[in-house]
């Protein structure tokens, strides 16, 4: 299931100039909205947006598909898996 883009909107709106809250530890400013396909919504600065999407395109590359630990859905792309919105 994908969030549609209002309430899209409406996360972009909520968490506008907000910190990265990737793991709760970073302080720079968020500038991704990163949607893992309507399981969870988190935002994060470019540098961790960027390694958390090379981490799934490494989980992908070497097993060909990679598991949500939310959901337990099997997704075999990366824009399945995540997809990155700019603030
Ligand atoms: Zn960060
Ligand atoms: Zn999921």
Not at 20 to 29: K, L, N, T
Not at 53 to 79: I, Q, S, W, Y
Request: a positive charge; hydrophobic letters at 40%; charged letters at 20%.
């Amino acid at each position: 299931m994908t969030a549609n883009s209002d309430q899209l909107a409406d996360v972009i709106a909520l968490h506008a100039s907000s910190r990265c809250r990737h793991q709760g530890r970073c302080h720079r400013s968020a500038v991704w909205l990163v949607d893992a396909h309507g399981c969870e919504n988190r935002l994060m600065c470019d540098e961790h947006r960027t390694g958390y999407e090379r981490h799934v395109r490494r989980v992908l590359a070497v097993n060909g598909k990679t598991m949500c630990t939310l959901c337990g859905r099997t997704f075999v792309d990366m824009p399945s898996v995540v997809q990155a919105v700019a603030l």
